[in-house]
């Protein structure tokens, strides 16, 4: 198995909220990676996704603390980044956000965990898997 992961941020909400399968599998996902004592990556893309969906910071920090301390990353996202993204997502015809979760999976090599349709779009650019193709 992969040792690192960086989760779409409906990833994370599917787990949080329990959402059916989804939530499921991401449940099961999540556990098979503590249990291996992989890595789950996280970037301010993700937090400000969460905020804008109306999270306060207490139930953030809530939904991020699922990993182990030792076992969960920050990345950060340069401004190059942001400027591919746009430009892929204008050219591919997808989400801004979409496109630079993908980039920073590739240029951080982390496995993309996403449900999108999107990120068919921008395989090239990182394969993205469902929660339930990992357990």
Request: charged share 35%.
């Amino acid at each position: 198995m992969t040792k690192r992961f960086y989760f779409d941020t409906s990833v994370w909400l599917d787990f949080y909220e329990k959402r059916g399968k989804n939530g499921e599998y991401a449940f099961r996902l999540i556990v098979r990676i503590i249990n291996e004592d992989c890595k789950i990556a996280y970037s301010d893309l993700n937090i400000k996704e969460l905020k804008h969906l109306d999270y306060i910071p207490d139930e953030i920090d809530k939904i991020l603390s699922l990993a182990k301390p030792g076992n969960k990353n920050h990345i950060h996202i340069y401004r190059e980044q942001v400027e591919e993204g746009r430009r892929l997502a204008r050219q591919r015809k997808i989400p801004n956000k979409d496109a630079l979760h993908a980039i920073l999976c590739r240029d951080n090599r982390l496995q993309l965990i996403a449900r999108d349709l999107h990120f068919e779009k921008i395989k090239d650019i990182a394969n993205a898997k469902k929660p339930e193709e990992l357990i």
